[in-house]
């Protein structure tokens, strides 16, 4: 069974940064199209990020690019966002999915993420 364990959130100013990390369990992880979600409250789960198993193709939500970075470690079954310039519109909880070969999903249990002064 494949499990996703999100960690990194927290509390953080405007203007300031924070790191996520998502690990994965199982094998084939490099085979994995791996992502971040997040859910604000009162608003429907929205696609931040994205980054393919060649680990140099990554894409981004209009509202992020340039701000935060996807990468991947395979060796760790890992993939981390780094989030820079939070705003507090970045307020969410933040959730890692995993897509299989065979296009099956799965989700961490997300990571709050607060932007507050």
């Known amino acids: 069974q494949v499990q996703l364990v999100e960690s990194g959130g927290g509390l953080v100013q405007p203007g300031g940064s924070l790191t996520l990390v998502c690990t994965a369990s199982?094998?084939?992880?490099?085979?994995?199209?791996m992502g971040w979600y997040r859910q604000a409250p009162g608003k429907e789960r929205e696609w931040v990020a994205t980054i393919f198993t060649h680990t140099t193709l990554t894409r981004y939500a209009d509202s992020v690019k340039g701000r935060f970075t996807i990468s991947r470690d395979n060796g760790a079954n890992t993939v981390y966002l780094q989030m820079n310039s939070l705003t507090p519109e970045d307020t969410a909880v933040y959730y890692c999915?995993?897509?299989?070969?065979?296009?099956?999903?799965?989700w961490g249990q997300g990571t709050q993420v607060t932007v507050s002064s």
């Open positions: 199982g094998s084939g992880f490099n085979l994995w199209t």
């Open positions: 999915n995993g897509r299989s070969p065979t296009y099956n999903d799965y």
